[in-house]
């Protein structure tokens, strides 16, 4: 990749995500303006005790949770697509959202209620977040014993889509014994939401987000080699077993706490690393990660913009816009390319 077109690409970048967090902050029922917007951003006071309210607790929390759930998502999806040589794999292939949504399932529609609408606040919330957790972290430990009895990724990659097929059929199983108000309350959290968190829980995700992107930026070398194969990985000395597991640790990390905190949102971990690849034509993770984790925090900021209507109360589901916007970006990129396989190359 040319030096100069790198640099011109780590200045535009940040700056395009410097004006989407904006965009996405300026936008809302209530019209604040900008110039009010930055007086909140540097410290001050604006003119209404209302508007710095709005801004401080519920849009910068808003916002910077995007931005976690971009990074977390498509680094994640990454790993994955390198781990399994897959084009196709994403972030929930080792049925991580999956457990978590049997987590949520079983607390929602168990005959355990706690508010009425995604309106869940203080204990309840924090409920839901332990379920997926808990969820998640179940199909986890037994994803991990299994990656050390397994030698082939490809494998572990069939046996992480039967632990979600197992999870599922829990779940539906769930449903169809639960009532029309504890059905609505599991549907409402599979929608996807960034605006339900506060300052503690926005604290707690980056901190696991940041762990996750530290492991994934200690294991470039592992899934440089891995890219090629995990032979190839051996007779460079790297400990595949080793690597897995962590890899998995990371992508865990990444995943769950997101769909913990804010549900399962698609298709950001599976668009984004394909969308990365035409930007940067390379594939030496130590650029690959960061170029990734800053397009998904881009794309991720576009898709909380465009959920947003414009001076109105409501607010689209962000999974549905990702889904939008990311399937038509992995069609798009087949067609151009000719074969997926090609544009993981």
């Known amino acids: ?41 540097i410290g001050g006071e604006t003119s209404k005790g209302s ?17 976690l759930v971009g990074a977390g998502l498509a680094v994640s999806g990454l790993q994955m697509q390198t781990l399994f040589r897959n084009p196709l794999a994403g972030p929930f292939v080792l049925g991580i959202s999956s457990g978590a949504s049997l987590g949520v399932a079983l607390l929602l529609l168990a005959g355990v209620s706690i508010t009425s609408g995604l309106a869940i606040s203080g204990l309840g919330n924090w409920l839901v977040v332990l379920a997926a957790t808990a969820g998640s972290s179940l199909v986890l430990v037994l994803v991990v014993a299994v990656s050390v009895r397994v030698r082939d990724s490809m494998t572990l990659l069939i046996i992480g889509l039967m632990f979600g097929s197992l999870t599922g059929a829990i779940v539906s199983i769930l449903q169809f014994f639960s009532t029309g108000e504890e059905i609505q309350l599991y549907l409402f959290w599979t929608f996807g939401s960034l605006g339900g968190l506060n300052w503690n829980e926005v604290y707690i995700l980056l901190a696991l987000v940041l762990a996750g992107l530290f492991i994934a930026v200690t294991l470039v070398k592992s899934l440089n080699t891995l890219l090629l194969s995990e032979n190839y990985a051996r ?4 400990n595949v077993k080793k690597s897995r597991l962590w890899i998995i640790i990371s992508t865990s990390l990444l995943a769950g706490s997101v769909t913990a905190f804010c549900g399962p949102i698609a298709f950001i ?24 984790a800053l397009t998904g925090i881009i794309v991720m900021l576009v898709c909380d913009v465009v959920a947003q ?30 074969t997926i396989k090609h544009s993981f190359s």
């Not at 967090?21 to 300026?26: A, D």
């Not at 394909?274 to 650029?287: E, F, G, M, P, Y």
């Not at 939008?324 to 992995?330: D, F, N, S």
Request: hydrophobic fraction near 55%; charge should be positive.
């Open 1 to 41: 990749m040319n030096k100069n077109y790198t640099i011109k690409l780590t200045l535009l970048l940040p700056a395009v995500i410097l004006i989407l967090f904006l965009v996405n902050i300026s936008l809302g029922s209530v019209h604040i303006p900008l110039d009010e917007i930055f007086q909140v951003l």
């Open 235 to 238: 007779s460079m000395g790297v």
């Open 269 to 292: 971990g599976l668009a984004v690393p394909h969308l990365t690849r035409l930007l940067v034509n390379t594939s030496d993770h130590k650029i690959m990660i960061p170029a990734v």
């Open 51 to 67: 508007w710095t309210n709005i801004i401080t607790t519920f849009r910068l929390p808003k916002a910077l949770t995007a931005v």
């Open 309 to 338: 209507i414009p001076y109105s109360d409501h607010v689209l589901p962000i999974n549905a816009i990702t889904s939008l916007i990311g399937a038509p970006v992995v069609i798009w990129i087949i067609l151009r390319k000719g």
